[in-house]
């Protein structure tokens, strides 16, 4: 059987495999004012839910609650601004809650050219597709890590992607040509996140800088910057504390980065996605040990639920007040620049110039010089 956690607090049993559409139509639901989730796993209509699984109907979506802008069955509810929306009203919320973020920070203008970096998941696709429906100039950049079948699938949804917008997406095709993240991070001793992360800020600045772009756009949300928050202050990590913003400006051969989505969380987006029928890679990356992190978001998840709003709160409230922090934070990061590649760096050589050092110690068979392969 399979277990249909129903948000009306009933749970029951069908008999499976069945689709998603079938369960839905079974239990007298309509597709388009529910979430279908199993596990971390959003379920569009098409998929198949088999024996034994459990699926969970999102209780963001009610049918029961009218839009607080026009009054129709709203399709979802937003606890933290005491608000439910009909899917019309819903879009307008969300665009609403990006350009109000790109403007607070002036993040960039319909005269930029604007990098976006998509991994394939739901918040840098999400992003990607915004921001082009708000006419921006935005194209993508994607960094293969040769993480198996996750990276192929990632880069098809990326794709996939490019092709809807006619957009062009460049792709760095890291994995495959130079060493898969997994056994780099081996040699390197250190976390496939750790090294992904080098990998990435690596590229994300070295194609905007190459390429002509003013601006890099990553998909981070309310949530992740939350938790990070928490996280910083959990270790009274000052000046981590004080560099926490939805911007960080161009310095030192480093160009502006900007989070666009800073005031939606991934509920939201994740909604966001769905309702548009945005397709996005659902597997978790198989490297994910930061566990930290999503401890973090359970915690703040806890608390939300019984005080819908803080983090919201937390976060934005943090945004005023974060002159406090960088008062008090004297660590100002003497930047150079690297010997070997002339990017930026706080040593000699850069992080990402001693992986490829050890690679290449290593691996002195493998000699194909790093490239870009675009797509139009
Ligand atoms: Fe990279 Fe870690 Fe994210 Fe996987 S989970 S994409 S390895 S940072
Ligand atoms: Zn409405
Ligand atoms: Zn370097």
Redo the contacts with the bound molecule.
Sequence with gaps: MIRVNHYNGKTVEIEGPKRVREILKQLGVLENTVLVARGDELLTPDRTVQEGEEIELIPVISGGMKCKVCGQTAVISLPRHNSAFCRDHFFEFFYHQVKRGINQFRMFTHRDRILVCV?GGKDSLTLWYVLSQMGYNADGLYID?G?GDYSEASLEMTEKMAETLNRRLIVIPFGSQKMP?APLAKRARRT??SV??TVKRYYFNRVALEEGYDVVATGHNLDDEVARLLGNILRWNIPFVAKQSPVLEEENGLRRKVKPMFRLTEQEIAAFAFLNRIQYIRQE?P??R?STSLLYKRALNLIEEESPGTKHFFYLEFLKKSHIFKALSSDEEPRGTCTVCGGPSLTEVCSFCRLLRRIEKEEQSMKQPLGAETTE
């Design positions: 991994s890590l993480i993240i496939a996140c992904c992360g990356c490297m994910s930061d």
